[in-house]
């Protein structure tokens, strides 16, 4: 798979506006009873515990709403707070799991944790088109020659891709049909 430019994913707005809102419930129904209210001194501890939980939640979905990932023939970067740039030469691992939400794993999500020389680059399946960056991690892993672990392959094999992923054939002159 050859890019022609850069391939731009952000994590969707829906999915961004959620957690802004989530935050907002979850403060106002943690804070509210400490201004209001004077609870007991265990009530407040917890009161307290949760709000803060909230409120990182909240600092964590304002990163990611500023958050993008740039997929070139070059690499991939991941620009946000703590960003980092990873030519695909330096790739030396990832691996991809699955987190499920239900006891039948029905529902769930992926993070992609992609291991380079000097960084590493983590995001998520909430990521718009997550499943073509996989499919280029892929394609330049098998590049690198790595091998993967069993349960990487397997979560491949979920998202509809193969291990290994097959090369596009190229033409007597060098170009792809």
């Known amino acids: 798979m050859i890019l022609k430019s850069k391939l731009r994913l952000h994590y969707p707005v829906r999915t961004v506006a ?9 403060l106002l129904f943690t804070v509210t009873p400490l201004t209001v209210l004077t609870p007991v001194a265990s009530v407040t501890g917890v009161l307290a515990g949760c709000a803060l939980l909230f409120f990182l939640f ?15 023939d070059r690499g991939v970067t991941l620009h ?13 691992g990832f691996k991809l799991r699955y987190f ?8 769930g999500w992926m993070l992609l944790h992609l291991r380079g020389k000097n960084r590493t680059i983590r995001v998520d399946s909430t990521l718009e088109e997550f499943d073509k960056l996989v499919a280029r991690v892929a394609t330049e892993a098998r590049r690198n020659k790595l091998s993967l672990a069993a349960d990487t392959v397997q979560n491949l094999f ?9 090369e596009t054939p190229k033409a007597a002159n060098g170009s792809v049909p």
Not at 18 to 26: I, M, N, Q, R
Not at 80 to 92: F, I
């Open 58 to 72: 909240g600092l964590r979905t304002a990163i990611r709403h500023h958050t993008f990932v740039e997929v070139s």
């Open 18 to 26: 959620l957690d802004y809102f989530y935050t907002l419930l979850g």
């Open 100 to 107: 499920s939400t239900r006891r039948r794993r029905q529902e």
């Open 158 to 166: 979920a998202l509809g891709l193969t291990w290994p992923p097959e």
């Open 80 to 92: 946000s707070l703590w960003g980092a740039d990873m030519a695909w030469c330096e790739l030396l």
